[in-house]
């Protein structure tokens, strides 16, 4: 078994080679491989919502689980209605109402477990190869790209809520809404045209 302190020498965008202009991405070293998954399923829906707006349809709900593009509105013109999970209760703890947007959720508290008092979850520090030590539970970004909202979800609870409310407020087009750990809320500084309590 390989010990954390060598897989950590194989983590990082430096062993790859990105060649746009031949269309290919070269893996520098034996035994690394690329995981897209923080990104896959926002991509996925982001091109489903480019094909439906070459359609005649007026709105829809891509659904990827956590990720989500809002095209167009429902039958009725109104917008669409997206609850975000109270990580501590059955039930949502307040609703978003969007339209022609991506909104995306991921949070430290589904994919978890606790042994010996430490607490683990599925999102890995890149610099330490162990659960990241964030103060935010849930996370959901809404911006104009699904696959945007979806990295940026994870940035966040690795950059903890401060540095990623200074993040999220500094893009254009992008807001979210952070469940902390002592159960507390916090929003970017427009989060609040899209929320009803």
Known sequence: AIELSDALKNVGCDNIRIDIDEDTVTLLKDNISVDPGGAAKGYIADRIADHLKTQS??????NMGGDMYLY????DGSLFNIGINDPDKNGCI???YVSDCAVATSGTYERCFTKDGIFYHHILDPATGMSAAT????VTVISKSCVDSDCLCTVCILLGSKNALDLINSLRDTEAVMILNDASVVMSKDASRYIRQ
């Open 57 to 62: 349809i007026t709105g829809a709900i891509i």
């Open 72 to 75: 167009g509105c429902k039958e």
């Open 94 to 96: 307040m609703s978003l």
């Open 135 to 138: 103060d935010i539970r849930s």
